[in-house]
């Protein structure tokens, strides 16, 4: 004899997130195609002593395709991805699509701008922001004459 636990709830859940899949995807893809939601890439950030590290996940896209900017104190990272169509094919699934980004980055006082390196690889963009030296004071005795 087998037992089987029942749970009568849970037939509701997946009714739920059918629901919410039918009515929330086809009314997000609406937003993206409207340009009310523009794609963020994720960031992470580190600060270490000397300077601090942002690693942006930017899979799909070459170095060619990102452009990074130094404007005053902002940090301007943006990618446009190549609409690469094929009239001949016909999809039957898209899950993902490369989307335009731009990723603004308000800069402190404390970075030193001319220092700021990018590298990417694996598509995986790092910027490296040096902090600057502080100017450590001048200890000295005077003499008086």
């Known amino acids: 004899m087998k037992l089987v636990t029942a749970n009568p709830v849970s037939g509701f859940y997946a ?3 059918l629901l919410n899949d039918l009515f929330a ?3 997000h893809q609406d937003r993206i195609a409207k340009n009310e ?6 960031v992470n950030v580190y600060e270490y002593e000397d300077f601090i590290k942002a690693e942006m996940q930017i899979a799909g896209f070459r170095k060619e395709q990102v ?8 940090l301007v990272v943006r990618a446009e991805a190549a609409n690469e169509s094929d ?5 039957s699934r898209i899950q993902f699509r490369n989307r335009d980004f ?3 980055f308000k800069l402190s006082d404390e970075i030193d701008q001319e220092a700021i390196q990018a590298a990417f690889e694996n598509g995986i963009l790092t ?3 040096p902090k600057r030296q502080e100017q450590k004071p001048i200890v000295r005795n005077i003499e008086i004459a």
């Open 37 to 42: 939601i523009r794609f963020q890439p994720p």
């Open 87 to 91: 009239a001949d094919v016909k999809s």
């Open 15 to 17: 009714i739920d997130r």
């Open 67 to 74: 452009q990074i900017v130094l404007d005053k104190n902002e």
């Open 127 to 129: 910027l490296t922001l």
């Open 102 to 104: 731009e990723k603004r």
């Open 25 to 27: 995807d086809s009314t």
